[in-house]
């Protein structure tokens, strides 16, 4: 459960920094670099959590659930 919510966490932030880029790029009409940092830092969250969840189906602490999108034959 507690990963679950990080997750979410996560991806509340993600979208906290490209909602405050868009933001920063409409009040700072081009001037600043405001802009530039939110979306560095979206960029480094959304590789850093693609990552952890990499990291979590390859050392067995995240295990995938609900309805398989791949179905073989009984036979093969």
Known sequence: MLGKIF???VFLAILYTLVSSFYFLITDHGEGDRTV???SWRIG???GLVLLLWAGFQL???EPQ???PV???AGE
């Open 45 to 47: 969250l959304s590789l």
């Open 37 to 39: 940092k939110r979306l």
């Open 66 to 68: 609900g309805v398989n």
């Open 60 to 62: 067995g602490v995240i």
């Open 71 to 73: 179905r073989y034959p």
């Open 7 to 9: 997750i979410i966490g």
